[in-house]
């Protein structure tokens, strides 16, 4: 009977029909019973098989939709033991960077490394490629958790946001992007540090996630993101998607 | 259509969407605009089905996809399949949609909106001419006619089981139990392991 009493809200669990309140407290309860939660995963994937047996064709403008609006959107990174990661406060221009804003740029950093944001990528040289990956993520970690690390943000007007963290003591910069769309066919992205209007190239970007800006802050007061062919140009030949300028 | 069907049946397309979700998490959109082909029908179907307004349920859906490529990397296999997660998040989204609505709107509001829905075999009848798997219409057949007015209204009119109590006129605690026993009658009819 007691055993009864305590499985009998699977069933609604499952199919969304507890209120609230009740919802809340069974989660409590499934947290400390194996059985329950067995059962529920269960029943949950059930409920899902009636789900998919709804299935109807979507309007045809809906996949552009949902593709243009994942730009926008920063994919959260894995959940790890202890939480935190998703404490993330907004970055502040010019300020300081609060530990957990680094945690979770590091976080993205490692967790992109695999894909690896550069372009130089050979196939058959998979050693080199791993090299160039952990090479590029101590680098990264090396400029995020510098004591002197600002960091400065921008968007498009499409919806790209990016993020640059710059270390003058490090004399090192890392430009995170989010929602970058691919770039027109033949076409890349390059990166730019401003010296006072003149552009000196600084790396090319090929997708989203963080990259270790090519070359020393030095002087610059900023960052520039322009279109370029393939391979990158020496100097800016399309006007700039997006200028960032350091805080001071 | 029916090539939707198959996708969410035999469970051997589901390993291809773990591994295509696993690029998703690392930020391939290739893989999201396949993973998207795979899931959208059915996501919109369900949504449709709780909401009924084509447009809202455009929305809803749209949000649950966006949701997937969102938290792709928090996708734990040891709780069951893509499928299932992904669709337990669009009936999550619904009813939650239904559920606000019907928070704003008052008492006496709702009790006349009740009186004004069709009978329930209505209803179950509806579903079942549309449902497209032979399997899951075959199973919920299999059900008591309580079970299976609980299990329908529930899932896809999105009512709390005191709803469905109250549109039944069935006891809570005999709504609760029906609710769970006819699942478990439709898992082992269906064959479903988690």
Redesign the interface.
Known sequence: MSD?HL??????Y??????DDERDAFERHLETCPACA?EV???????????????????PG??A???A??DS???????VPGGGASAVSPVRRGRALPRLVLAACVAAAV??G??AAWQYQRADEASEQARAAQDQADRLTAVLSAPDARTVTGATEGGTRATVVVSRERNSAVFVASGLP?PPAGKTYQLWFDDDGAMRPAGLVS???ASVMQGGVDGASGVGVTVEPLGGSAEPTTGPLMVMSFPT | MREIAHIGGPQRREPDLAEILGQVAAGDKDSFSTLYDALAGPVFGLVLRVLRDPAQSEEVAQEVMVEVWRSAARYQADRGSVMSWVMTMAHRRAVDRVRSEQAASDREQRSAQREQMPAYDEVSEEVAVRLESEQVRRCLRSLTELQRQAVTLAYYRGYTYREVAASLSAPLGTVKTRLRDGLIRLRDCMGVSA
């Open positions: 009864e499985h009998a809200p699977t069933g609604a499952a199919l969304d029909a507890l209120p067995q995963r269960e029943l949950t994937a059930t409920a899902a098989r009636l789900g998919v047996s709804a299935a109807t064709a979507p309007p809906m996949k939709a949902v593709l609006g994942i959107v920063r994919q959260l990174p894995p959940l967790g992109f695999g894909v691919k997708s989203d996630g």
